[in-house]
């Protein structure tokens, strides 16, 4: 039997990351998702050991202190990590493991694991991204300014990516992202 794949998604939030990670890991057998720990807020209707781990900051730094991270970052002044056993556990067994995790992750995952298979997805254009982020409600101007320079630094590092997807709507990029995600599963 084969190792599983480790898939990273990463992009600009407001992209529908979320979204679509639910529904590639409903579509592809064999792929599950990686439930990442944070220490921000839980939002409404999220649910803990489910969308996050919710812990508080001590509990987060006990854990890089132990080594329990694959992965950890600081995104907008809050901590997100991706703990390693669930993802070496499930790579042994053949299972592939989807990821949603912030470029600085992303780049840690690829040199602790080079056949990782890091997808950057991408708004159809910055200025509807803005828009989005507006319509959404969640964040406040400021932030959404804060953001939006942020999400320029980031571009840089697309190069380093394997794939780049645009989201310009969600079931032709889950098609799109089906494809590619099978056909790195199948390859060795
Ligand atoms: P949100 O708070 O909107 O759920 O996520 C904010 C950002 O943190 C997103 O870009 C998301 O991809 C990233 N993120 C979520 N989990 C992790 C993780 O485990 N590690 C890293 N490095 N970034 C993460």
Known sequence: MHQGKLIVLSGPSGTGKTTLCRELVKRIPGLVFSISATTRDKRPGERDAYDYYFLTPAEFKRKIKAGEFLEWAKVYSHYYGTIK????????????????????GALQVKNKFSQAVLIFILPPSLEELRQRLIRRKRDSLDTIARRMKQIEEEMKYIPQYDQVVTNKDLVNTVKCLQTIIKQRMKTE
Not at 86 to 103: C, E, F, R, W, Y
Request: aromatic fraction near 0%; hydrophobic fraction near 45%; proline fraction near 5%.
């Open 85 to 104: 056993k669930p993802i070496t556990d499930n790579l042994a067994k053949g299972v592939s493991v989807l990821l949603d995790i912030d470029m600085q």
